[in-house]
C-alpha cells in the first residue's frame, strides 16, 4: 500500500512507526522536508504521555512530518486526543528480519531480546490499534516505500 496526501488538519503527517522500519533512512532521503523525529525517552516520564502530546500539539503545521513513538501509551493517547496519525509496523511474519535489522544497526543484545520476546504480543496489539490508518510492511518494505 502506497500512502499519499494523507496529512493531519494542519498538514502535517504524523507517523508512529514500529522500531526497524526506517524511520532513520526516512529522514536522510527526505532533505526536502522538514522532519521532526519526536524521540519519547527524552520527554519527563513523571508527566509524560501529556506532556508528549503537547509537544506533537505544538508542531503540527510547522513540520511536515512527525515521527512519534509507538508505545501503546503514546497511541492511545494521540487518539483519545483526536490526532490523526498513520501506524506502520511489519507484518507479523518477517519477525527475524526484524531482528537482523536490529543486530545490523546495532542495537544491544537486551534491546533484541525484548523485542524477540514480545514480537507477537506487540505485533497483535498494532494490528488491533484503533483509531488511525495502518499500514502493514511486508518483506523487504520500509517507511519509504510507503510514504
Same mark, same amino acid.
Given at each position: ?12 503527517? =504524523?507517523?508512529?512507526? #514500529?522500531?526497524?522500519c526506517?524511520?532513520?533512512?526516512y #529522514? ?7 522532519i521532526? %523525529?519526536?524521540d519519547?525517552?527524552k #520527554? %519527563?516520564?513523571?508527566? #509524560?504521555p501529556r506532556n508528549? =502530546? ?12 512527525i ?6 501509551e503514546?497511541? *492511545? ?8 496519525f =498513520?501506524?506502520?509496523?511489519p *507484518?507479523s ?8 535489522r536490529?543486530? %545490523?544497526r546495532?542495537?544491544t ?13 506487540? =505485533?497483535?496489539e498494532? %494490528?488491533?490499534?484503533?483509531g488511525c ?11 519509504s *516505500?510507503?510514504?
Amino acid at each position: 500500500m502506497k500512502l499519499k496526501n494523507y496529512k493531519d488538519y494542519r498538514n502535517t503527517l =504524523i507517523v508512529s512507526a #514500529f522500531p526497524g522500519c526506517g524511520k532513520s533512512h526516512y #529522514f536522510r532521503e527526505n532533505k526536502d522536508k522538514i522532519i521532526l %523525529d519526536s524521540d519519547s525517552s527524552k #520527554f %519527563d516520564k513523571s508527566d #509524560f504521555p501529556r506532556n508528549y =502530546i503537547q509537544h506533537i500539539r505544538e508542531n503540527i503545521g510547522k513540520v511536515d512530518v512527525i515521527m512519534v513513538s509507538s508505545h501503546k501509551e503514546v497511541r *492511545d493517547a494521540l487518539v483519545q486526543n483526536g490526532i490523526q496519525f =498513520i501506524l506502520v509496523y511489519p *507484518d507479523s511474519s518477517i519477525k527475524e528480519e526484524y531482528i537482523k535489522r536490529y543486530i %545490523d544497526r546495532g542495537n544491544t543484545g537486551a534491546f533484541i531480546d525484548l523485542l524477540t520476546k514480545n514480537w507477537d504480543l506487540w =505485533i497483535g496489539e498494532l %494490528d488491533n490499534q484503533i483509531g488511525c490508518q495502518k499500514i502493514k510492511l511486508k518483506q523487504g518494505e520500509y517507511l519509504s *516505500d510507503v510514504l
